[in-house]
């Protein structure tokens, strides 16, 4: 019994140490980076790549400031465009717009998914028995549930909507 009881402290010391120093100690979902593309797009491809892939952008807009330069391609002509894709890169960077990486997406429309069907509108409950729970984050009067991948500067972020229903989708990675 107090060799169990040993072994047993032994790893709650262990663990414990673990979270005090900020290690992660086991991933609560099964999300991988292929779960970030969305209509065959997602992060390190190049813009060009976006465009051989969606076409042409609705619109073009971005900015160039504090170091960085971002270009947004804009798919859907409507107040709430169906899909952004983020290209981001330094701001003293000569790159062409079609050699910069795709750093973000974000999702409006019911209509992309990525391969396994996760999408603007599914409950959470849904997302859940795919893929695990995110971390949940509440900002004012929103919730969200973040994912962040495992052994990557990415995550994807759920906006819930009214009966916690995903209302946006956004893929991110850091700078």
């Avoid at 140490?17 to 292929?34: E, K, N, Q, R």
């Avoid at 391609?73 to 079609?98: C, F, H, N």
Wanted: neutral net charge; contains cysteine; aromatic residues 6%.
């Amino acid at each position: 019994m107090k060799r169990k009881l040993s072994i047993w402290l032994s790893c709650l010391v262990v663990v414990l140490a673990g979270l005090c120093i900020g290690l992660p100690i086991a991933s609560a979902h099964t999300l991988t980076v292929d779960d970030l593309f969305f209509k065959g797009v997602g992060p390190g491809m190049t813009l060009g790549e976006v465009k051989a892939v969606l076409g042409e952008p609705d619109k073009l807009d971005g900015f160039t400031g504090d170091g960085v330069r971002i270009v947004n391609y804009v798919y859907g002509k409507y107040a709430q465009p169906d899909m952004i894709v983020m290209g981001r890169t330094g701001a003293l960077s000569e790159s062409p717009e079609e050699e910069i990486k795709v750093s973000g997406l974000t999702i409006n429309s019911v209509s992309i998914a990525n391969k396994q069907g996760l999408r603007v509108g599914m409950y959470y409950r849904d997302v859940v028995e795919k893929y695990g729970e995110g971390q949940k984050l509440v900002q004012g009067k929103k919730t969200l549930y973040i994912y962040e991948i495992t052994g990557t500067a990415q995550e994807l972020a759920l906006t819930m909507g009214p009966e916690n229903t995903i209302s946006q989708i956004r893929v991110s990675t850091e700078l």
